[in-house]
């Protein structure tokens, strides 16, 4: 595999960055996953302007002007002939040359990485069809998570929960209220309705989310954005996720209880389809 790292494009075994980086000394770094249909770029500016943001919150520089970036994202997917699959940015505030919590002076330079993850048929995903099985779990998490750093610990421990317990994912909870999944935002649906969280320093603002409450909307669905419980998500007519890389994903199971019918339901099926026949 070829990746970029700080300007160069290397083989993977020969792409380094130091021990003294800041992304890997303090998780002082930030993310990004972009999904590759068909050789084509989903959302890229979406996901852009949500980086950018995450950059400005933690004061850290930008080390691309917006046009590399998308030229770097192009020739990552030609060099490694992805059909369908991922892109991985990661920028963190680079190699200050020893250990140290304060920031390194400005004008130290960013460190940035960028990778292909091939994912042949992504999108036909036979997990869509049956749908997952979740289990809830108390979220542990820093309260800026609308901040997408690479800091991902506790969904990385959530995520083993769910594997331990034989299920896909687990969604997280505070308060009583349903935060969002390990690497995805959360939904409900109720006598049509489409429920999901409110936008807030509490959970990632996915871009997803964004493009499929657009879709939604367009396709004349209500959708109300307030916070659920897992008793209530347990008793909807039916349940899913959205992210860059699961697309929509139902959810059909949340702590052995079964949504709705414990079957996909129609509107996560619809909104799955109008999603990939709008990012295609
Ligand atoms: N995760 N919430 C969390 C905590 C996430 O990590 C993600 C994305 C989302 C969905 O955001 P988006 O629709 O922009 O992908 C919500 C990515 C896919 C990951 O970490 O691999």
């Given at each position: 595999r070829t990746v970029y790292v700080n300007g160069e494009f290397l083989p993977e075994d020969r792409a380094m960055v130091s021990v003294f980086d800041r992304g890997f000394l303090m998780a002082d770094g930030v993310y990004e996953v972009v999904s590759v249909l068909d050789g084509k770029l989903l959302d890229f500016e979406g996901h852009l302007v949500r980086l950018k943001r995450s950059l400005a919150e933690l004061s850290m520089?930008?080390?691309?002007?917006?046009a590399d970036y998308l030229t770097v994202f192009r020739a990552l997917v030609r060099e490694n002939g992805i059909v369908d699959g991922l892109i991985y940015l990661q920028v963190t505030r680079g190699n200050p040359g020893d250990r140290d919590f304060a920031y390194p002076p400005a004008g130290t330079k960013p460190t940035l990485v960028m990778f292909t993850q091939s994912k042949p048929g992504l999108a036909e995903a036979p997990a869509a069809r049956t749908g997952w099985r979740i289990i809830s779990i108390e979220d542990q998490r820093w309260a800026r998570r609308d901040i997408k750093t690479v800091q991902l610990l506790f969904p990385s421990m959530a995520k083993m929960e769910a594997k331990a317990r034989g299920v896909d994912d687990a969604w997280m909870v505070e308060d009583g209220l349903v935060t969002e999944g390990t690497s995805n935002n959360a939904y409900i649906v109720k006598n049509g309705t489409i429920v999901t969280r409110a936008l807030s320093n509490d959970i990632l603002h996915g871009i997803t989310r964004a493009a499929v409450l657009r879709y939604a909307a367009e396709a004349q669905m209500r959708v109300e954005e307030r916070s659920f419980s897992i008793d209530e998500a347990q008793s909807a007519d039916e349940a899913f996720v959205t992210s860059a890389s699961a697309f929509v994903m139902p959810v059909v199971e949340i702590d052995g209880q079964a949504v709705g019918s414990g079957q996909v339901g129609p509107v996560a099926r619809r909104l799955r389809e109008i999603y990939l026949e709008e990012s295609r």
């Open positions: 520089d930008n080390p691309l002007p917006d």
